[in-house]
Nanobody
Framework: QVQLVESGGGLVQAGDSLRLSCAAS????????MGWFRQAPGKEREFVLA??????????YSADSVKGRFTISGDSAKNTVYLQMNSLRPEDTAVYYC???????????????????WGRGTQVTVSS
């Protein structure tokens, strides 16, 4: 069982940066693929970024909409995953969720249904 708690959301202006954190407890996240999803008002939840870890290093998976602006990283010592968001836009306004999956099928990392564990989310609002 994995418990996930997001933090770091808030109200920012367009062009600003924000870093979200996801603290994992229960089991170390190194055995899981960690992902970030977001859900804007009136829209379905969508994939943002994911990170997998192996003995050879980490690999990230990104949605096209955030490439070049958002990055994901992890700190195994703190059992925490981060979502660094730069050049924020009003359309990035959403509730951001952290999720964890143990699947080894990388084609599923972009899919909400692949993730068994979810945090409660943190609100990010970007004003124009």
């Amino acid at each position: 069982q994995v418990q996930l708690v997001e933090s770091g959301g808030g109200l920012v202006q367009a062009g600003d940066s924000l870093r979200l954190s996801c603290a994992a407890s229960g089991r170390t996240f190194s055995g899981y693929v960690m992902g970030w999803f977001r859900q804007a008002p009136g829209k379905e939840r969508e994939f943002v970024l994911a990170i997998s870890h192996s003995y050879s290093g980490s690999r990230t998976y990104s949605a096209d909409s955030v490439k070049g602006r958002f990055t994901i990283s992890g700190d195994s010592a703190k059992n925490t995953v981060y979502l660094q968001m730069n050049s924020l836009r009003p359309e990035d306004t959403a509730v951001y969720y952290c999720a964890a999956t143990s699947t080894l099928d990388s084609s599923r990392y972009y899919t909400e249904s692949a993730y068994a564990y979810w945090g409660r989310g943190t609100q990010v609002t970007v004003s124009s």
